[in-house]
Structure formats: C-alpha cells, structure tokens
Antibody, heavy 123, light 107 residues
Framework: DVQLVESGGGLVEPGGSIRLSCAGT????????MNWVRQAPGKGLEWVGR??????????DYAAPVKGRFTISRDDSKNTLFLQMNSLKTEDSAVYYC??????????????WGQGTVVTVFS | SYEVTQPLSVSVALGQTAKITCGGS??????VHWYQQKPGQAPVLLIY???NRPSGIPERFSASNSGTTATLTITRAEAGDEADYFC??????????FGGGTKLTVL
C-alpha cells in the first residue's frame, strides 16, 4: 500500500524540542518532494516546509513562522522524513501531517497524506 | 506575501449545487488545488491544477479558476459532502499557501 505514517508527537514545554518522523511506503521515496503541513486545533491548514527529492538536490524551504527553528531532513535509506522542531512556542501546537505530491512535484498538489501526529506545547 | 481568502461557511440544500470561492490577487495565473477534510481525518485532494480530478473523485466535484477567483462547485450535494474545504496555491516567494477553509453544511 502507498502510505505515509507519522510518529513522534507528544507534549513538550515552551522552548523545548521534539522530532517528528514520517515513514513512506509503496512509492519511490528518494525522489519524492516531502512536505510538512500542520493544523492547530479548530484552525485551517498551514504549510510548514518541504524538502526536495534526491534528484533535485534535497534542499529544504520553510514557512516564515518556523524558519530558523524547524529543520526538515530525510533518510532515503529508511524511506523516512524528519521534522526537528526547536525553540517551540505554544502556537506550534497542532496536528502535524506529512504530505507529498504523487504527480509532478512542482505543482505542490498533495495527494498522499499521513494520518497526522499531535504536538502540544504547554507550560 | 500572498493570501487566499475563502468564506467561513457555505450552506447547500440536499441535492442542490454548492459553490465555494477562493479569492486572491491574480489567482487565475496560479494553479489552484482543492482539498476536502472531514473531522478527525487527513485532507483529501479533490481537484488539482484548477480543474483536474484525481482518480476516485466523483464528477460531482468540479472547479474553475480565472481572474481573482477560483471556484469549487459541488453538484447534487449529499450529506456525506459535509466537510471543510481548503483551496491551495503555490507562491514562488513564500511557498505553499492554503486558504482559511470553508465549512460546508448540507441542509
């Protein structure tokens, strides 16, 4: 089956760190442009960032609210995407989804999503 | 920065046609994608690149994009269409941009 499975969510204090993982199966992971999208409770979707695939240099881009605090990386040998979240704020509390375009990645249409993992930042 | 605007809510009678808009500056020059999200579930891609349906998406869902408005149209609305709907674009300066979402109620 083609799927994405996130893990690593939990409770963390403000200023703390947490690392999320997203395991991909059923597709050619190393060429996939992998994204993180989050959704705060009762709110809309917010793009966190993206890492390109191996053939496109595996460069990462980030949304302004997380730039400098979050880092996206990947281990293609394990078909796994990571999101390292540092200097966490209460407003980072959300369900974090990994998502990827199955078609041409430049259009950023996400037709494959994980089930999400919850991060709660509280003091 | 680039923003896209959606109405907070839209209501439609069972069996009738619903239209959900997504407004943005010259949005017609960008590709717009649409997602459906039901409570407790991950989003599902409904429409990609303005007016294309992924396999498995019913023909009742269609969309258009021109000028400053993209529109998702749902014909013959069903109770199961009650969900949140999000439009999304790619902006070369800031990345992926989602609309705030529209809650569709089927009466």
């Amino acid at each position: 089956d083609v799927q994405l499975v996130e893990s690593g969510g939990g409770l963390v204090e403000p200023g703390g760190s947490i690392r999320l993982s997203c395991a991909g199966t059923g597709f050619i992971f190393n060429n996939a442009w992998m994204n993180w999208v989050r959704q705060a409770p009762g709110k809309g979707l917010e793009w966190v960032g993206r890492i390109k695939g191996r053939t496109d240099g595996e460069t990462a881009d980030y949304a302004a609210p997380v730039k400098g605090r979050f880092t996206i990386s990947r281990d293609d040998s394990k078909n796994t995407l990571f999101l390292q979240m540092n200097s966490l704020k209460t407003e980072d509390s959300a369900v974090y989804y990994c998502a990827t375009p199955n078609g041409d990645p430049i259009y950023h249409a996400f037709d494959l999503w994980g089930q999400g993992t919850v991060v709660t930042v509280f003091s | 920065s680039y923003e896209v605007t959606q109405p907070l809510s839209v209501s439609v009678a069972l069996g009738q046609t619903a239209k959900i808009t997504c407004g943005g500056s010259n949005i017609g020059s960008k590709y717009v994608h649409w997602y459906q999200q039901k409570p407790g579930q991950a989003p599902v891609l409904l429409i990609y690149r303005d007016n294309n349906r992924p396999s498995g998406i019913p023909e009742r869902f269609s969309a258009s994009n021109s000028g400053t408005t993209a529109t998702l149209t749902i014909t013959r609305a069903e109770a199961g269409d009650e969900a949140d709907y999000f439009c999304q674009v790619w902006d070369s300066s800031i990345g992926v941009v989602f609309g705030g979402g529209t809650k569709l109620t089927v009466l």
